[in-house]
């Protein structure tokens, strides 16, 4: 059922000036398609990560995703409309959507597997999406290494809107954070400037 074919005809029905839902609902297609093919779900990172917790406070202009089988993934975006513009980037010009496509067997995951989110869009629909707790780890490095104040402020941003939904303990103990000790305290740190407690 979830064939090229489908996946083509569903993607004619969305409207490009509908960014977001344009874009997640890409995902949620070629997700579909995918699992049929018994290749796994791509993991949603980057910017559309922070754009979903975000709820859409934070905007981005293309999707980041790392996927196991990366030729079948690829052959399949260019039949799905997307032409390569430049080594592992897609562009689609009638959705006017742009795809980062990354070996996941060369890039890893920036977090934990077993932590990956499942985000249903609607009953056909859902997409694999990279942790809360790790999209926050994320924007933290990219404040501490880079001096991204904006990244600082959308991880901020996450931590007090899903505070009581977060593993704390993972963050500043047992996961990314604990492998450099800046990062965890930055983290305790933003928790304590936002008035929030992690007891």
């Known amino acids: 059922m979830y064939d090229i074919e489908w996946a083509n005809q569903y993607l ?31 993991i949603i990172v980057g910017g559309l990560s922070v754009e979903i917790y975000t709820n859409s406070d934070y905007a981005t202009r293309d999707i980041d995703f790392l996927s196991g089988d990366i030729d079948k993934v690829k052959s399949i975006l260019e039949e799905l409309g997307f032409s390569n513009s430049e080594g592992r980037h897609y562009y ?16 890893g995951l920036a977090g934990a597997y077993d932590k990956v989110e499942k985000i249903d869009i609607d009953d056909e629909l859902y997409v694999k999406v990279i942790s809360r707790e ?8 990219a404040y501490l290494h880079w001096k991204e104040h904006d990244s600082r402020y959308w991880a901020m941003f996450i931590i007090e809107t899903y505070f009581n939904e977060l593993d704390i303990d993972y963050m500043t103990t047992v996961g990314r954070g604990s492998e450099v000790k800046s990062e965890a305290n930055e983290v305790i740190k933003c928790i304590e400037e936002l008035g929030l407690s992690s007891n």
């Open 134 to 141: 790790d999209i926050i780890m994320d924007r933290i490095r």
């Open 92 to 107: 689609n010009s009638d959705l006017m959507v742009a795809v980062d496509a990354m070996d996941i067997a060369y890039e």
């Open 12 to 42: 004619k029905k969305l409207d490009p000036e509908e960014k977001f839902n344009t874009m997640i609902r890409t995902v949620g297609v070629l997700t579909k398609v995918l699992e049929s093919k018994d290749i796994s779900p791509p």
